[in-house]
């Protein structure tokens, strides 16, 4: 193998296969430009790095193949993945190859694409690899690869060593929640009890102070609450507070991944975000907005709106009335549900909002 001229003696390769699979793939039309991509939820570690792959719906290139005929006079629009280096490389020239095909592991007839490939050297400044061009946008459909409106691609990394280059120890990755998570599971060093409607929850008081500004208030403001050992919650289901807790010690609300059921993960998020918003959890009320913006539809949309009024969430009210007043259909079929009408009588103000946003759209 020869690199810049000079010969390079391979000395180890490391190699990874994993399949990226997009789901709701006709959402992504909404995608447009070479800038908007689609992040995996998790991460490969691989030689010792972090690396994602990124997943771009309608990369634009310049056409430079006159035999290609797109329905585009200038550009053709393609399906393409990006490799990024989310760690620091540990040595000066990290060699990587991006393999990439789509599969169809659902019907076996038909074989994978025709693999396409980047090779790229990642330095110190180097964080992300050129395009590969998978397949253009406009065959996708077509393909046979798009099954139930989801779409596989299986990728390869290797990263290639050699003679000259000592990779640097790499620091594992942290693992501090896992830590406290099973002190909270242990209950070694508990000074407080919480009973909330019958179940009974032990934790430490200084943990939830250096989490929470309210529990801080209770347990070290000098109040008369800061000896006490037992503590009642009232208005709010012991699953909700067990997993605001496990939040509180891990940074993790896995009850809001909802891959098997959905609607249990958007109602666990209306619960925790009003939990959250009690207890000045910041983070996780963010992060049950941001879920609970991207599952707005036509029989929630009044309901989160008000969950939003309630809990001063800029976010999601603004997603809201964005979905509510994007068509008269979509602002027609919001009136006739019975969430509109608890809108209607818990939060009049934004009524006027609303109709100003609906004024605006019109053109009224």
């Given at each position: 193998?020869?690199?810049?001229?000079?010969?390079?003696?391979?000395?180890?390769?490391?190699?990874?296969?994993?399949?990226?699979?997009?789901?709701?793939?006709?959402?992504?039309?909404?995608?447009?430009?070479?800038?908007?991509?689609?992040?995996?939820?998790?991460?490969?570690?691989?030689?010792?790095?972090?690396?994602?792959?990124?997943?771009?719906?309608?990369?634009?290139?310049?056409?430079?193949?006159?035999?290609?005929?797109?329905?585009?006079?200038?550009?053709?629009?393609?399906?393409?993945?990006?490799?990024?280096?989310?760690?620091?490389?540990?040595?000066?020239?990290?060699?990587?190859?991006?393999?990439?095909?789509?599969?169809?592991?659902?019907?076996?007839?038909?074989?994978?694409?025709?693999?396409?490939?980047?090779?790229?050297?990642?330095?110190?400044?180097?964080?992300?690899?050129?395009?590969?061009?998978?397949?253009?946008?406009?065959?996708?459909?077509?393909?046979?690869?798009?099954?139930?409106?989801?779409?596989?691609?299986?990728?390869?990394?290797?990263?290639?060593?050699?003679?000259?280059?000592?990779?640097?120890?790499?620091?594992?990755?942290?693992?501090?929640?896992?830590?406290?998570?099973?002190?909270?599971?242990?209950?070694?060093?508990?000074?407080?009890?919480?009973?909330?409607?019958?179940?009974?929850?032990?934790?430490?008081?200084?943990?939830?102070?250096?989490?929470?500004?309210?529990?801080?208030?209770?347990?070290?403001?000098?109040?008369?609450?800061?000896?006490?050992?037992?503590?009642?919650?009232?208005?709010?289901?012991?699953?909700?507070?067990?997993?605001?807790?496990?939040?509180?010690?891990?940074?993790?609300?896995?009850?809001?991944?909802?891959?098997?059921?959905?609607?249990?993960?958007?109602?666990?998020?209306?619960?925790?975000?009003?939990?959250?918003?009690?207890?000045?959890?910041?983070?996780?009320?963010?992060?049950?907005?941001?879920?609970?913006?991207?599952?707005?539809?036509?029989?929630?949309?009044?309901?989160?709106?008000?969950l939003a009024e309630q809990h001063h969430c800029s976010l999601?009210?603004?997603?809201?009335?964005?979905?509510?007043?994007?068509?008269?259909?979509?602002?027609?079929?919001?009136?006739?549900?019975?969430?509109?009408?608890?809108?209607?009588?818990?939060?009049?103000?934004?009524?006027?909002?609303?109709?100003?946003?609906?004024?605006?759209?019109?053109?009224?």
């Amino acid at each position: 193998m020869e690199h810049d001229g000079k010969n390079l003696t391979v000395t180890e390769v490391v190699r990874s296969v994993q399949l990226l699979k997009i789901d709701g793939y006709s959402a992504t039309s909404t995608m447009v430009g070479s800038s908007e991509f689609i992040k995996p939820r998790s991460r490969w570690n691989i030689d010792g790095h972090e690396w994602e792959v990124h997943f771009y719906p309608d990369h634009c290139q310049f056409l430079e193949d006159e035999d290609v005929i797109p329905p585009f006079d200038d550009f053709i629009q393609w399906v393409a993945l990006k490799l990024i280096l989310v760690s620091e490389p540990q040595r000066d020239k990290l060699r990587v190859n991006l393999s990439c095909r789509l599969v169809c592991p659902s019907q076996r007839h038909l074989g994978p694409s025709e693999e396409k490939s980047v090779s790229h050297v990642f330095h110190r400044g180097s964080k992300c690899s050129p395009e590969v061009l998978l397949m253009t946008k406009y065959d996708v459909p077509s393909s046979g690869y798009l099954v139930n409106d989801s779409l596989t691609v299986e990728c390869t990394i290797t990263v290639l060593g050699g003679d000259e280059e000592q990779p640097l120890p790499v620091p594992p990755p942290s693992d501090m929640h896992k830590h406290f998570g099973e002190l909270l599971q242990s209950q070694e060093g508990v000074d407080v009890m919480f009973h909330v409607s019958g179940e009974s929850f032990a934790a430490h008081k200084v943990i939830l102070a250096a989490r929470s500004p309210v529990f801080k208030a209770k347990f070290f403001g000098g109040l008369e609450e800061t000896s006490s050992e037992s503590v009642v919650i009232e208005d709010m289901e012991p699953v909700v507070f067990r997993s605001m807790l496990h939040f509180i010690y891990t940074d993790m609300a896995p009850e809001l991944d909802g891959d098997e059921d959905p609607q249990a993960a958007a109602i666990m998020a209306q619960h925790l975000l009003a939990a959250a918003d009690r207890y000045g959890l910041d983070r996780l009320k963010l992060i049950c907005e941001c879920k609970l913006s991207g599952g707005i539809g036509i029989g929630t949309a009044a309901t989160t709106l008000v969950l939003a009024e309630q809990h001063h969430c800029s976010l999601l009210r603004a997603k809201c009335i964005e979905f509510i007043t994007k068509s008269p259909e979509t602002l027609d079929a919001v009136l006739a549900t019975d969430g509109y009408a608890h809108l209607v009588a818990s939060c009049p103000l934004v009524l006027a909002e609303l109709l100003r946003a609906v004024a605006h759209g019109r053109k009224i």
